[in-house]
């Protein structure tokens, strides 16, 4: 919100609940300071019905997200006694975030970042509905606040810079989706800048076929890095698992979208479980970019 201070949410350093997992197969961002990784996660909220609790879930999300080795991930749903936990189990990461219900409240579009990697330098947060300015504002007939966070970033290891927004569109109203979409192309189009922009989320959209989609792709305005390599991992895969079980013909809804000079090399949908229990009731999605001139 523009009137409102900014604040940025440190993390308290921690002793992170290791299990055993299988690592996603990328190499760590510090390896080469040309390649910038990417995740974005919807964690489920802090809901304490098992055998989904969110203690039971805390240390399988904590290593999933440990071995995806993101330099800067997009989290969908964390409430904030939820994210400072993360928090403590991931000191290497940092965060920002406002609750959608304004402050501490509700949902948040949290984004946690390596700050010895990226520096943030400026941030801000909209609401999604027709005062995108008012918190906690909404508009078209979804009951649910969404938002976005976005941050300015730069990189640490080569001085570029770029833009990350961070959302979470409506699972219900599809005039609120597409009117979503049609804001925040909006919003990423004002900023009048060569600088690269990333785009992740959950977006409660089928990619390729819901108008959201097209309205965020079309004319080339942003690509679709599941596209934009075919160094793919988890083809097929839906990205929404509700617990229940990885639907081998099934939907991305959880999507990285880009402009600018970012080149895919690799991206990958993780249907990691634990003797049969998922961390989320969605798949992270993990995109690895190296910088182009």
């Known amino acids: 919100m523009r009137n409102q201070p900014r604040r940025m949410f440190k993390l308290s350093v921690g002793l992170a609940v290791g299990t055993a997992l299988v690592a996603i197969c990328f190499p760590n961002a510090f390896a080469a300071t040309n390649s910038l990784i990417v995740t974005t996660y919807n964690l489920r909220y802090a809901s304490t019905k098992k055998p989904n609790d969110w203690p039971t879930r805390r240390p399988l999300v904590a290593q999933v997200i440990r071995d995806a080795t993101p330099d800067v991930l997009g989290t969908q749903e964390g409430l904030y006694g939820q994210l400072k936990e993360l928090a403590s189990d991931l000191p290497e990461y940092q965060?920002?975030?406002l609750g959608r219900d304004g402050g501490s409240r509700g949902e948040f579009m949290a984004v946690f970042y390596r700050p010895a990697r990226l520096?943030?330098?400026?941030?801000d947060h909209f609401w999604l509905s027709d005062t995108p300015d008012v918190m906690g504002s909404t508009t078209w007939s979804n009951s649910n606040r969404r938002m976005v966070t976005w941050i300015k970033f730069r990189d640490r290891a080569n001085a570029?810079?770029?833009?990350f927004f961070n959302t979470h569109f409506d699972h219900q109203i599809q005039l609120a989706r597409e009117k979503s979409a049609t804001l925040v192309r909006d919003r990423i189009a004002a900023l009048k800048t060569p600088l690269p922009v990333i785009l992740a989320g959950d977006f409660n959209a089928t990619a390729a076929t819901n108008a959201a989609y097209h309205t965020l792709t079309r004319d080339g305005f942003l690509t679709d890095t599941w596209l934009a390599t075919t160094n793919r991992a988890g083809e097929g895969l839906a990205t929404f698992n509700d617990f229940t079980g990885i639907k081998t013909n099934g939907v991305r809804i959880d999507?990285?979208?880009t402009r600018g000079s970012l080149t895919t090399k690799r991206i990958e949908i993780n249907p990691i479980s634990f003797n049969g229990q998922f961390p989320s009731d969605h798949c992270p999605v993990t995109a690895q970019f190296e910088w182009r001139d």
């Open 95 to 97: 965060w920002i975030g």
């Open 119 to 123: 520096e943030p330098l400026e941030y």
């Open 160 to 163: 570029r810079e770029f833009y």
């Open 255 to 257: 999507w990285i979208l």
